[in-house]
């Protein structure tokens, strides 16, 4: 905590010199400043979730993740990582993952810059500030928002001066070694304003050796005149995540706590400047940008089990052999040399480590022009966005050897396969991502309104080995996208709509670069080779209605059915080789289902209800490696016929949130349940699903005294056991000495059980 005080204490120095301003009392209730926060700007705003700053820490601490699962029905959340900031949010069938291997299919920005980034196209959410948002808004598909908007896209937008005056002091604790604290500052007077957040969040981890540390900052100074404005931001963040996977079933039900091998550790580093400027040209005529400058050092860890054992015709040396036992190969060192067995044939295991440094730039500029035509108001935007990066990524494969908890300590040799399987890389990376864009909302009539949109993506790739020549590629991506959406308000309080959408996303440099059946890779270290991949495309409908009543109660609700078929979906598949894999095209994927939010509020109350259903599925026949599966042939290989559930995304899900607000306290819960789902290697759908579950959380708030509120938060209230996600490991070679018959390959990332965070928060 020592690292907290020094935060505080920095932050109330520079919060305390805010406030000092004579004027600071006297904010305006307006909020002047006109950011672009993403690709056509406020288009299609009318049917999008917006979840803003009082939601976002109505459990006493600010918290993006939460938040969405908890107010946002389509979205769930799979924890593969075992980590509670390494999720995998799941909107619609499509993730934004922190994880390499994982399809990325939502589109994130944050303040009008691509926040996907640019090696895999992962979505890092602990690289963000949560004390410095100010919205959060999910829109379904567009063709408008570029690259990974496949099933749809998240929009973050930051607190200014203007938005958020005056001083936020907050901290907590609670069980398993949880803290969080932070200050947030915000001043303006006459055009120029200024913003600041810094908050440190620690987590001992409810799992044994899973601890995680974040330090996150922000800032935001800004001038906004009448006809013109710009802004400077800066976000910084420094995060020590350690996320342990999934445990075998039987492992779970001995220890609960337990975790199956360990280290899996991330380091991050991120800082981003960016500057927006607008200008009004005319009165009907604006144009708008987003620049920003971003630096990502991303440095893993990861002990894991291996196929690695006496070689059979030489005891002196150790080999590696596949998935099935029928083959083996001398594992060898960097000098072709044959690696001796120093632990008499067993208890191997193998330290996997990379490095990825990234300098991206990018900008998004467009011009908006809002005019009277046909008796409505008519918005047209034309834009331009560029995103360009250079990556170097290194990797190496340390054998080790498994101690009695599972860890893996380090023996030394570096591995380098002859076949590339498992070898030290060396690449450097150059993307570039350009998309031309035009969309405009026509009133028709006095009812019915047309959103048209059309945009032109291309992405260059080019792919530098450092080591060889395996590696090296030279790849360009082009599509025209188009898209339309007519709304018709059949009355004051209802809008019916129905849209259709086209949109893609490029195979990553992580992908193009593990796509050789023959040469499989792991999470780890997976660059390999590099055979060409399709780009995704995909191809959405959606029918949809929303209205609001204001009455007694006031009403909002929405209701929305979609079906999205992805043409050359591109999956991690198992390879023969355990724990090895490598991408490819599956063919055509689809995604359909429904999604209905309600709202209900009257004076204090607030009643929040959702229901979402999601059928995703394989529509063509594949032939995939799953060597752990129980219901693999002797070949280790399953059969996906079309109609198969695609793992990890719940059929089902529900939510219900209840709040009360008052004057001097607030309390509220919610419950959260969904059904179970598809383990990942059970793409043949032959194996029972995770099981279903229901958790119920608390929250509430009383004010002690003047500015100071003493806050509560209680997360699965009656300790259920659960699961967000599935797979298969292989526990036979593994001695579980909390459970020494095991023999279940199931594997499971457990939820958590009860926790609570109790603090404090000062605001004035």
């Avoid at 303040?111 to 959060?136: C, K, W, Y």
């Avoid at 990018?362 to 834009?383: K, P, S, T």
Wanted: negative net charge; hydrophobic residues 35%.
């Amino acid at each position: 905590m020592n690292h907290l005080r020094a935060l505080l204490q920095n932050g109330c120095n520079f919060a305390v010199l805010l406030l000092l301003s004579p004027c600071a009392a006297h904010a305006q209730q307006n909020d002047p400043p006109i950011i672009v926060t993403a690709p056509g700007g406020d288009f299609d705003a009318d049917d999008s979730i917006t979840i803003d700053r009082e939601d976002l820490s109505r459990n006493g601490t600010p918290s993006l993740i939460g938040t969405l699962t908890r107010d946002v029905t389509g979205v769930s959340l799979s924890d593969a990582q075992g980590n509670p900031y390494q999720r995998n949010l799941i909107y619609r069938g499509f993730s934004a993952s922190a994880l390499q291997g994982n399809p990325q299919g939502l589109a994130v920005y944050v303040d009008g810059g691509r926040f996907n980034q640019p090696f895999g196209d992962t979505v890092n959410f602990d690289l963000l500030p949560d004390a410095a948002i100010e919205s959060v808004t999910v829109k379904d598909v567009g063709p408008v928002y570029g690259l990974n908007a496949l099933g749809g896209v998240v929009v973050v937008a930051t607190k200014t001066g203007w938005s958020s005056p005056g001083l936020t002091l907050f901290g907590a604790g609670g069980r398993f070694g949880r803290g969080e604290g932070g200050v947030e500052a915000g001043w303006n007077e006459g055009g120029f304003s200024a913003y600041a957040a810094i908050e440190e969040r620690h987590d001992g981890g409810w799992r044994r050796h899973s601890p995680s540390t974040l330090y996150n900052g922000f800032a935001d100074l800004g001038w906004d005149g009448e006809n013109a404005g710009v802004h400077a931001k800066l976000i910084g963040a420094s995060t020590n995540l350690t996320g342990n996977g999934s445990s075998p079933v039987e492992l779970l039900d001995a220890d609960y706590r337990a975790v199956f091998t360990h280290p899996d550790n991330t380091r991050n580093n991120f800082r981003r400047t960016s500057l927006h400027p607008r200008a009004q040209i005319s009165n009907h005529l604006r144009i708008e940008a987003s620049l920003y400058s971003q630096t990502f050092h991303q440095r893993t860890l990861n002990g894991d089990t291996a196929d690695v054992a006496t070689c059979s015709d030489n005891p002196e040396i150790v080999c590696l052999g596949n998935a099935a036992g029928d083959s083996e190969a001398p594992l060898l060192d960097t000098s072709g040399n044959p690696i001796a067995d120093t632990l008499g044939g067993e208890g191997y295991g193998i330290l996997n480590r990379s490095q990825t440094r990234s300098n991206s730039i990018g900008a998004l500029v467009q011009l908006v022009d809002r005019r009277a035509l046909l008796g409505g108001e008519n918005e047209f935007i034309f834009g331009l966005s560029h995103d360009r990066s250079k990556t170097r990524f290194a990797s190496t494969s340390e054998l080790g050897a498994l101690t009695d908890e599972r860890s893996v300590d380090r023996l030394g040799p570096i591995i380098a396969q002859l076949d590339g399987s498992i070898a030290p890389v060396g690449l450097n990376v150059r993307t570039r991502y350009t998309g031309l864009f035009a969309v405009d909302r026509l009133p028709l009539d006095r009812r019915l309104t047309a959103e048209l949109g059309l945009r032109w993506n291309v992405a260059r790739l080019q792919l530098d080995d450092q080591l060889g020549t395996a590696l090296n590629g030279r790849h360009i991506f082009r599509r025209v996208n188009p898209g339309v959406e007519f709304d018709y308000k059949l009355s004051r309080a209802v809008t019916l709509r129905a849209g259709y959408a086209e949109t893609n996303r490029a195979p990553t440099p992580a992908e193009l670069s593990c796509a050789d059946e023959s040469a499989p890779c792991s999470l780890t270290n997976f660059f390999v080779g590099d055979p060409p991949l399709k780009q995704v495309v995909a191809k959405s409908l959606e029918l949809g209605a929303s209205g609001r009543n204001i009455g007694t109660w006031t009403l909002h609700w929405q209701l929305a059915g979609y079906r999205t078929t992805s043409q050359n979906d591109i999956q991690f598949t198992a390879s023969e080789t355990r724990g090895r894999a490598f991408f490819r095209n599956v063919g055509s994927t689809r995604r359909q289902g429904m999604d209905i939010n309600v709202s209900l509020a009257r004076g204090p109350w607030t009643l929040r209800a959702g229901y979402a259903f999601i059928d995703a599925t394989f529509r063509s026949p594949l032939i995939l490696n799953s060597p752990d599966n129980p219901s693999a042939d002797e070949n280790g290989r399953i059969l996906v016929r079309p109609g198969s559930r695609i793992p990890s995304i719940p059929r089902h899900r529900g939510t219900i949130s209840l709040d009360y607000a008052g004057k001097a306290f607030s309390l509220g819960g919610d419950m959260q349940a969904q059904s179970g789902q598809v383990l990942v290697g059970d793409e043949g759908n032959g194996e029972e699903l995770t099981k279903g579950f229901a958790v119920a959380n608390l929250h509430g708030s009383i004010r002690v005294i003047g500015a100071l509120t003493f806050f509560a938060d209680v997360s699965n209230l009656f300790d259920k056991k659960y699961a967000t996600f599935g797979t298969f490991s292989q526990t036979s070679e593994v001695e579980l000495s909390e459970a020494p018959d095991a023999s279940n390959p199931r594997s499971l990332g457990p939820g958590s059980p009860r926790r609570w965070l109790a603090g404090l928060r000062m605001k004035f």
